[in-house]
C-alpha cells in the first residue's frame, strides 16, 4: 500500500462523468482501486438534453466571436468543468486533479502526479497526458523546466494541446479558467486563451492516457455530425489566404522551435 495515500487524498480528484456512464465508472474503480474512493464525482451536464432555448442562448456569443458553433457535448463538456472547478475554489485545498471518465492510468499514476505538488508554483497548469492520437502533436513542443520532473510547454503550443480529460489546478489557475468562461463561454480545452495576459504557465507530465479509439467519446460523435453539416459553410466562412498564413506560420514555429531545442510533448 502507498505509505503517501493519506497524504495525497488530501488532494482532492473531481471525476466528471455523465449519470448514464456507469460501466466507465466500475472501470475507473478497478484501474484506481486505491483512490476511487475518495473520488468527487462531479455530475456532468449533458449538453444533449439542454433545452433549445438554453442552449442557444448559451452559444449565441461564442458562435459571434469565432464564427463557430459549440455543440451540445462541447458545451456540456464546459460546463461540467467549470461545475468542477468551483466546487474546487470553494473549498480549502491548493490543488485538484480534474479527470474525465475515459482517462487510462492507474494508482501509479496518481502517485507520480502528486507527488510534483511540491513543485508546481501557484501560477501554473499541470497537463497529466492525454494527447494520444491528436493530429497537433507535431506542434506540441516543450523544454525541461527549472521544477524537477516538469516539462514548461511552449507557449506557441498552447493552442496546440487539447482534451480535458486529466489536469492539474491550483486555486489561480482555476479561477483564471472560470473568469474567462464566464466572460467569454468557449471549448472547456481552450488553453492559449484562458491565460492570456497573465503569469500563469502550463505544465507537462505525460502520466495518465486518453484512449486512442473515439468511438465511444460523445463529444466526438457530435463533433463528427456537426462536421458533415457545416463542412461547406466552415470552408467558405475562413478565407484560403488565412488558412495557408495559419499553415505557414505553424510550420515556421515548428523549425524554430527543432533549433531552439523544444523537444516534442
Not at 169 to 188: G, M, P
Not at 226 to 239: A, I, P
Request: charged share 25%; net charge positive; with cysteine.
Amino acid at each position: 500500500m502507498n505509505l503517501n495515500l493519506k497524504q495525497n487524498n488530501q488532494i482532492p480528484i473531481y471525476l466528471v462523468s455523465l449519470d448514464e456512464d456507469t460501466q466507465r465508472r466500475e472501470t475507473l474503480a478497478k484501474d484506481f482501486p486505491l483512490y476511487y474512493p475518495n473520488i468527487t464525482r462531479v455530475s456532468a451536464v449533458d449538453g444533449r438534453k439542454i433545452t433549445a432555448k438554453s442552449y442557444y442562448n448559451s452559444i449565441i456569443d461564442y458562435y459571434r466571436r469565432t464564427n463557430k458553433v459549440l455543440s451540445p457535448a462541447e458545451l456540456g463538456c464546459t460546463l461540467s468543468h467549470i461545475k468542477a472547478l468551483k466546487l474546487f475554489l470553494n473549498s480549502d485545498n491548493e490543488f485538484a486533479l480534474i479527470l474525465e471518465d475515459d482517462v487510462i492510468g492507474n494508482d501509479k499514476n496518481i502517485d507520480d502526479i502528486f507527488s510534483l505538488t511540491t513543485v508546481v508554483h501557484p501560477n501554473s497548469l499541470l497537463i497529466c497526458g492525454g494527447q494520444e492520437g491528436l493530429n497537433a502533436r507535431k506542434y506540441q513542443f516543450g523544454k525541461k523546466s527549472k521544477y524537477e520532473g516538469l516539462t514548461e510547454i511552449s507557449m506557441f503550443s498552447y493552442r496546440h494541446v487539447f482534451r480535458t480529460c486529466c489536469y492539474l489546478v491550483t486555486k489561480n489557475s482555476a479561477k483564471a479558467i472560470v473568469d474567462y468562461q464566464e466572460r467569454n463561454l468557449t471549448l472547456a480545452d481552450k488553453w492559449d486563451v484562458f491565460f492570456k495576459d497573465t503569469d500563469i504557465k502550463i505544465f507537462y507530465k505525460n502520466s495518465l492516457s486518453h484512449p486512442k479509439d473515439l468511438a465511444n467519446s460523445h463529444i466526438e460523435q457530435d463533433r463528427a455530425y456537426f462536421k458533415n453539416k457545416t463542412s461547406l459553410q466552415k470552408f467558405f466562412s475562413k478565407n484560403i489566404l488565412e488558412r495557408v498564413a495559419i499553415k505557414l506560420y505553424n510550420e515556421t514555429q515548428f523549425i524554430l522551435h527543432k533549433i531552439k531545442g523544444y523537444k516534442s510533448l
